[in-house]
């Protein structure tokens, strides 16, 4: 088994910046790929980023050019820079891991974190 911890949520102006991380351990040798789903009221539980263990990268098109996920192989983390907010980025923030080379749909995941709320106030 594996457990993900997240930390880093909070409220924040449209325009700012937070940073998440998440904390793996366990049976971490099971983990290849590491990312972030996000899940707004009302919506469905959706891929923000995910990020191989050679450090490729996939973002939602929402987040291109706004958010940076990045992993640190050694400690086991994987983390979520996100810059100007919007409104729209509300939703609670999941960490997710699997042994998939890449996470994509939801199937691919293995192991989630409990979550973590971002709230982005207009």
């Known amino acids: 088994q594996v457990q993900l911890v997240e930390s880093g949520g909070g409220l924040v102006q449209a325009g700012g910046s937070l940073r998440l991380s998440c904390a793996a351990s366990?049976?971490?040798?099971?983990?290849?790929?590491m990312g972030w789903y996000r899940q707004a009221p009302g919506k469905q539980r959706e891929l923000v980023a995910s990020?191989?263990?050679?450090?490729?990268?996939i973002y939602a098109d929402s987040v291109k050019g706004r958010f940076t996920i990045s992993r640190d192989n050694a400690k086991n983390t994987v983390a979520l820079q996100m810059n100007n907010l919007k409104p729209e980025d509300t939703g609670v923030y999941y960490c997710?891991?699997?042994?998939?080379?890449?996470?994509?749909?939801?199937?691919?995941?293995?192991?989630w974190g409990q979550g973590t709320q971002v709230t982005v106030s207009s």
């Open positions: 997710a891991a699997g042994g998939a080379i890449i996470l994509t749909r939801m199937s691919r995941v293995d192991y």
């Open positions: 366990g049976s971490i040798f099971s983990i290849n790929a």
């Open positions: 990020i191989t263990r050679a450090d490729n990268t």
